[in-house]
């Protein structure tokens, strides 16, 4: 903990701004939750709550020109990159004004003027593209680093053992930061990966590999800290290993048969939000009333964007041979 | 035989013929040499020059920052491909052999294919993908297929397929040029081949066949090694009096329809042959694009398709040979057609 000492000295705006982005992804995701369950959008989701800080905690480190490439369950990437709760949410409703025009739905969500190259809706899909963005920045000399999100299921896909190989002999500037929510799906990572921790693996491509709380939004953001200032002064990437749990099921369909609900209950006693609201409270930060104000606020923000989704028109017909070529 | 822009140049140039591997060679050099963001990547591009040697010399001009020589990693290398595309670049891939494409699957078909379309227009992947392809080299069942029906078959990608060397220059330049990922063909057997190739740069557009012979009696529209037999089949077919009109679509996606529907209604009889796999492959969707055309009213026999036998690529010369359609199959065709057996 004294290693995040650093945090702590900074302005107000921006500790109380992180605590608004990670309530502003957990209440986004327990409302798509909500209308999963009422059956109001179609199609299918994946959940990240439980999992606000390693989203909101890497993205806080970055700067405007720096890209992320995401994952399927990227709701939370896109807002810590900047995105409009609004368009996503019409996205989510397959409306003309979502991100992706209503043609990619939950799973590709992308604001590549925010340098967010896109959700994915393959496991490993995004890691050799977030390798092919940080090549753009190596070679037009940009000054852009790259983080690629991936779970723990995405470490057993060829594609991840390629890419970053790829990245590490070339020195890319690309952080690949690895959340490992417990479960590829309903596969235990304990018993799909034989080793204690996926960061052990980046020795094996001659990188520096760190695991870090993924609940504790300080580390997190003291390990990303350091591994920017690594990969942006040239020396290559750097592989992150962010230990969280998802407390939803896999996706909309999944009864969770596959773990117990004490496992669960575990887990949410360790709510990244609620530690770092307390520890803002006990540092005379915020006060209580501020930090329920924040509550308040962020759930009414995401009122607002099921409005502006629900008051969105749907798609015209004409669109729909549209780019599929540019 | 020769495309438009061979005919428009001058005397001497005329003079000057290199190999269709040399043709590829010019056309990734002047486009580096003009456009900072073109750069290659792919195994043992390098000093090794590529498996066909057709990037050869280049590392020693360009650098290895811009001929990038990568490890055996498929996915990875159409994937950072893609990535760079994405990002403002414009990366040409050397897949060294069009068999290891299954490698490199999810990252075209998933990722390239789709991401335009996914992210509602926004992002251009302006890459190529060359690869050769094609039986004949005694390479056997994984380094000799003809795969172009797959990727034919994604919406997002485009095909090219040349048969000849100032083709192949032209058609690169427009593939580097296009904002949408391309897969460029080249047939082995094609890299040695030889014609005047003009030296200075030039476009052929993507979406225009070549009618490389004029006939009135029968069309054939052929792919890659099989232009150059069904161009022998034509002048012996000539000897019998069979007058043969030979299309080469140049580029499967976009296809250019209005050629070949015009010389279906002008011949009334028509020929689909291709290296590849009878059994699904595009030889099938030109059948029945001319069916479903105004052309059918035209036809005065079957349209036929020739391909080859659903088998892998064998090992033994005269298997591998026999598994595909030669110049007598093609003629005999042609015969068929002409005289209805």
Known sequence: MTQADWMWEEPKEKLVDWLEQMWTVRWFDEKVDEFFAKGMIHGTTHLCVGQEASAVGVCAMLEDKDKITSTHRGHGHCIAKGADPDRMMAELFGRETGYCKGKGGSMHIADVEKGNLGANGIVGGGIPLAVGAALTSKMRQEGYITVCFFGDGAANEGSFHEAVNLAAIWDLPVIFVCENNQYGMSGPVKDMVKIENIADRASGYGIPGHVVDGNNLPEVMTVMKEAVEYTRNGSGPVLIEAKTYRWKGHSKSDAKKYRTREEEKEWKDKDPIRFFQDALIERGIITEEEADTVKKDTKARIERSVEFAEQSPEPSADTLLEDVYA | MQSSAVNSSNNKETTRSITFAEAVREALSQEMREDQDVFILGEDIGVYG???????????????????????????????????????????????????????????????????????????????????????????????????????????????????????????????????????????????????VPEEAYTIPLGEADVKREGTDVTIVATAVMVHKALEAAEKLAEEGIDVEVIDPRTLVPLDEKTIVDSVKKTGRVIVVHEAVKRGGYGGEIASMIAESEAFDYLDAPVRRLGALPIPVPYNPALEKAMVPQMDDIMQAARDSVHRR
């Not at chain 2, 010399?57 to 760079?84: D, K, L, Y």
């Open chain 2, 50 to 196: 590529g498996a066909f040697g057709v990037t050869r010399g280049m590392i020693e001009e360009f650098g290895p920052e811009r001929v990038r020589n990568t490890p055996i990693s498929e996915a990875a290398i159409t994937g950072a491909a893609i990535g760079s595309a994405l990002t403002g670049m414009k990366p040409v891939v050397e897949l060294q052999f069009s068999d290891f494409i299954t490698i490199a699957m999810d990252q075209l078909v998933n990722q390239a294919a789709k991401l335009r379309y996914m992210y509602g227009g926004k992002g251009n992947v302006p890459m190529v993908l060359r690869t050769p392809s094609g039986s004949g080299t005694g390479a056997a069942a994984q380094h000799s297929q003809s795969l172009e029906a797959w990727v034919a078959h994604v919406p997002g990608l485009k095909v090219v397929q040349p048969s000849t060397a100032s083709d192949a220059k032209g058609l690169l330049k427009a593939a580097i040029a296009d904002p949408n990922p391309v897969i460029f063909y080249e047939h082995k057997l094609l890299y040695k081949t030889q014609e005047h």
